[in-house]
């Protein structure tokens, strides 16, 4: 079983379309977990960050992390064809010697078409 | 913003060579860099964790003869394939950890293409 779970897609809905990207962990000593936004053939950029279990909302993305669950999302309202990326979720430990590294899901593809 | 660069941004090597990837943190300093691989349509495995002026630590199933890392400064961490074979054809990507700022604190460069022929 892989550490983080994530439905590879391709995910493609119209613009202005809600989106939900969801992942699931097995590690329960991940406290921090990030959305990345990649873009073919570069590097990926950090969308979004929690810490531990809980909402966070940053314009038009919104972060969900429930660690009774295990379970994060990254919500996109209003979407733009702007955001068709590869989204990429990812679990980190608080401290010790894995502090830092960063476990990723697969990747959903998503397409907003016009 | 944090600003990560890789050099170069894609390499053609022939079978056998060695290939030196360049990873530098622009504007701040980075005592952990972290060195990512990436097959098509697939998610970023980690290699290995570099601290500066110590031994890169290699996570399971990563030849550390294969892949030398070093972290010899703040700013610089260079990744050599040595003896590359067409298996090691792969996106490789660098991220660098400003450790003054917290754990999301991480920066991805553009990552380095690397197609061994």
């Known amino acids: 079983q892989k550490e983080v779970e994530q439905d590879p897609g391709p995910l493609s809905v119209p613009e202005g379309a809600i989106v939900s990207l969801n992942c699931t962990y097995s590690?329960?000593?991940?406290?921090?977990f990030m959305w990345y936004r990649q873009y073919s053939r570069k590097g990926p950029e950090l969308l979004m960050y929690t810490y531990s279990s809980g909402n966070k909302e940053d314009g038009r993305f919104t972060a969900q992390v429930d660690k009774s669950s295990k379970y994060i999302s990254l919500f996109i309202r209003d979407s733009q064809p702007s955001d068709s990326a590869t989204y990429l979720c990812?679990?980190?430990?608080?401290?010790?010697?894995?502090?830092?590294?960063?476990?990723f899901g697969q990747g959903t593809i998503l397409t907003v078409h016009p | 913003g944090a600003v990560v660069s890789q050099h170069p941004s894609w390499v053609i090597c022939k079978s056998g060579t060695s290939v030196k990837i360049e990873c530098r943190s622009l504007?701040?300093?980075?005592?952990?860099m972290f060195w990512y691989r990436q097959f098509p349509k697939q998610s970023l495995m980690l290699m290995a964790t570099s601290n500066e002026g110590s031994k890169a630590t290699y996570e399971q199933g990563v030849e550390k003869d294969k892949f030398l890392i070093n972290h010899a400064s703040l700013t610089l961490s260079t990744l050599t394939v040595t003896s590359a074979h067409p298996e090691d054809s792969s996106f490789y990507i660098c991220?660098?950890?400003?450790?003054?700022?917290?754990?999301?604190?991480?920066?991805f460069g553009p990552g380095t293409r690397l197609l061994v022929l």
């Open positions: 504007d701040f300093q980075a005592t952990t």
């Open positions: 990812a679990g980190s430990n608080a401290g010790g010697t894995s502090y830092g590294k960063l476990t």
């Open positions: 991220s660098a950890r400003d450790s003054r700022r917290g754990p999301k604190a991480q920066y």
């Open positions: 590690n329960s000593a991940f406290q921090y």
